[in-house]
């Protein structure tokens, strides 16, 4: 089992930066994947971005490439979104989710933290 611990959201305005962070406890002896999604209301969640256990893969969604980077420390057990040129449509609940290669089905979910973008 692993649990994720996501913090970092907050209100800020169009423009502005936000930096996530997702802290991993319990079974991270293992190489685990790991994505942002975000889910806005009334909408489906959606993936945000992804990156390898060793880091050197990355990939984002075509909404947010170029303004985000997904990255991780693995020796803190953390993985972090910078989000930059932030969007009052980046307005959701973002969550950290892991997986284990090679499933492509993230198995372990955080709680969410909420990022607002004021226009």
């Known amino acids: 089992q692993v649990q994720l611990l996501e913090s970092g959201g907050g209100l800020v305005q169009a423009g502005g930066s936000l930096r996530l962070s997702c802290a991993a406890s319990?079974?991270?002896?293992?190489?685990?994947?790991m994505g942002w999604f975000r889910q806005a209301p009334g909408k489906e969640r959606e993936f945000v971005a992804g990156?390898?256990?060793?880091?050197?893969?990355?990939n984002y969604s075509d909404s947010v490439k170029g303004r985000f980077t997904i990255s991780r420390d693995n020796a803190k057990n953390t993985v972090y979104l910078q989000m930059n040129s932030l969007k009052p449509e980046d307005t959701a609940v973002y969550y950290c989710?892991?997986?284990?290669?090679?499933?492509?089905?993230?198995?372990?979910w955080g709680v969410g933290t909420q990022v607002t973008v004021s226009s």
């Open positions: 319990g079974r991270t002896d293992r190489y685990y994947a």
């Open positions: 989710a892991a997986r284990l290669p090679p499933m492509a089905k993230y198995i372990y």
């Open positions: 990156i390898s256990w060793s880091g050197d893969t990355t």
